[in-house]
């Protein structure tokens, strides 16, 4: 059976990057409307796109969801945006990978951001947790989806898989891995 499959960018990122989706719901580029379609089979989400899957709790239901790197703890906006300018001072971006930079849209960004911001992942992650969830995390994310966020995750009993030698962005071994959890 081939699984229809829809992908989540990150925090302004977009869906050029990951050409190993077909589908990609521009969150950070288009204004989604609340009458947007999941109609799919497997929601991948990255980072802040897992915030997005999460607050649309209601229309996932009944599918898998794969959350790699979530933002795990909550934290204000400027804790976040202090975490992002370390993350990027860390860790290399992967070789060709644009960011939004249309100012529009990163004022779009940002306010989808704050509200983001807001929601409290561990509380939704509890509240559906009978909803067929597993999460990608690489065990060199120091900032996002760090040590701390696993043993939250743990205590939850949210099926947790940890790749070595993978940070918060994006890699061909998160791509592997997402590969064996839907069985392509």
């Known amino acids: 059976m081939n699984k229809k499959i829809i992908f989540i960018p990150g ?3 977009q869906g050029k990057n990951f050409p190993q989706f077909e589908n990609v719901l521009e969150i950070w580029k288009e204004n989604i409307k609340s009458s947007f379609d999941l109609d799919y089979d497997v929601i991948v989400a990255h980072s802040f796109g897992c915030h997005f899957t999460l607050l649309n709790r209601e ?3 009944g599918k898998k969801i794969i ?3 979530p933002v795990v703890i909550k934290r204000n906006i400027f804790v976040l945006l202090w975490q992002w300018i370390k993350l990027r001072l860390k860790e290399d971006m992967p070789s060709g990978h644009r960011r939004i930079i249309n100012p529009l849209k ?3 960004g940002m306010k989808k951001a704050l509200i983001f911001s807001r ?3 561990l509380s939704l992650l ?3 947790n009978n909803i067929d969830i597993v999460i990608i ?3 060199n994310d120091l900032f996002f989806c760090d ?3 696993a043993e939250f995750l743990r205590k939850i009993k949210i099926k947790l898989m940890e790749i070595d030698n993978v940070g918060h962005f994006w890699n061909e071994k998160i791509d592997e891995e997402i590969k064996k959890i839907i069985g392509k």
């Open 106 to 108: 990163i004022i779009r």
């Open 67 to 69: 959350l790699v790197n």
């Open 147 to 149: 040590e701390k966020s």
């Open 137 to 139: 995390r690489g065990k």
């Open 59 to 61: 229309k996932i239901k």
């Open 11 to 13: 925090w302004m990122d």
């Open 119 to 121: 929601a409290n992942t």
């Open 126 to 128: 509890e509240e559906i």
